[in-house]
């Protein structure tokens, strides 16, 4: 059986993580400040690897690696997408991520990134953008320490999706939880970080320079139009169709059938039950193989799902996931 692969997490230490993940989800994790779960990771810093099944135990970037027909080609030689559970107990730096570039002669994603809320305050908000006009505005205002003015607050409330292009200045804030869909990569230019020390003593290095170079300004607001799609048994929202994936949203009230023939990204949030006959519960993650073109989820479940676009478009006319 390895139609679906149910994959084991990762977990990291982040000075601003909290026990979220533990208290959500019930996953055993490693300390009191854990940040970050990776779910569904092929990334070298921290790759999930496969539960159950012909392979038990093997690292998604391996799997990747030799067993690439359970993927199909056309995603390049790196696992496209990164799936991450975040738990911000207190609020991260301010950062930016780049665009894809080349280095060394060789293509290197950058980090487009979108998160789905699963839990914020009342009064939720995440910092997107920023109101410089030029480069020489954005530099004077951070060497003045002017933050409040430079940064954008946007309010979020629980079931928000935020598409967050690389070059876009961010940061999640306190007490909000989020799924992150990303592409694969572990860059980060941090601009500013509240001169927040570490156990000890140490503020954590900032990247001005290199955030300079990629941040795009003047800020691009980013306009994504959800979709909704109903079928007898769920309503299924299209959240993100961006440049590299398309995200979904599944709230199954007792069956759902997905169709399509590339693979695909899982993540339960909420509910259990059965899928293709296998019991899944609330925190589990998968990956849906191309050995199968249909998922069957009977049960009373929230899923949220993507998808990577393939490089070539003309080879797959049927873009969009089917719903039955
Ligand atoms: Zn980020």
């Not at 067993?67 to 207190?90: I, N, S």
């Not at 305050?121 to 430079?150: M, N, Q, T």
């Not at 169709?241 to 899982?266: D, G, P, Q, W």
Request: aromatic share 8%; net charge negative.
């Amino acid at each position: 059986m390895s139609d679906l692969l149910f994959m084991t997490p990762v977990f990291k230490h982040r000075i601003w993580g909290g026990t979220g993940l533990k208290d959500l989800f019930g996953y055993e994790i490693p300390d009191q400040n854990t940040g970050e779960c990776w779910c569904i990771s092929a990334h070298p810093n921290g790759p999930s690897t496969v539960k159950g099944g012909p392979y038990d135990g093997m690292a998604l970037d391996v799997l990747y690696l030799v067993e690439r027909h359970l993927f199909g080609d056309g995603y390049g030689e790196q696992f496209p997408l990164l799936v991450k559970l975040l738990d911000a107990k207190a609020d991260l730096s301010v950062q930016v991520h780049p665009k894809d570039r080349i280095v060394n002669h060789q293509w290197v994603p950058g980090k487009s990134e979108c998160w789905y809320v699963l839990k914020t305050d009342p009064d939720g908000a995440v910092i997107l953008g920023h109101r410089a006009s030029s480069k020489a505005c954005f530099e004077k205002l951070i060497k003045e320490g002017r933050y409040d003015d430079l940064l954008i607050q946007q309010p979020i409330k629980q079931g928000d999706v935020i598409d967050v292009p690389a070059g876009t200045v961010h940061a999640i804030l306190k007490n909000t939880m989020v799924l992150e869909t990303q592409q694969s990569s572990d860059v980060t230019y941090r601009l500013y970080d509240y001169d927040r020390k570490d156990a000890s003593g140490k503020k954590r290095d900032l990247h001005l320079e290199d955030a300079l170079l990629v941040t795009t300004i003047p800020h691009q607001e980013v306009i994504t139009s959800k979709q909704i799609i109903k079928s007898s048994h769920a309503t299924i929202t299209r959240h993100i169709n961006n440049a590299y994936f398309e995200l979904y949203e599944c709230v199954v009230e007792e069956k759902l059938s997905i169709t399509h023939e590339r693979f695909l990204l899982m993540s339960c949030l909420e509910g259990k039950g059965l899928i293709n006959g296998s019991p899944f519960t609330k925190g589990d993650h998968l990956i849906k193989t191309i050995l199968t073109n249909e998922v069957v989820i009977e049960g009373h479940a929230t899923w949220i799902i993507s998808t990577p676009h393939h490089k070539n478009k003309e080879a797959f006319p049927h873009e969009h996931l089917e719903f039955r």
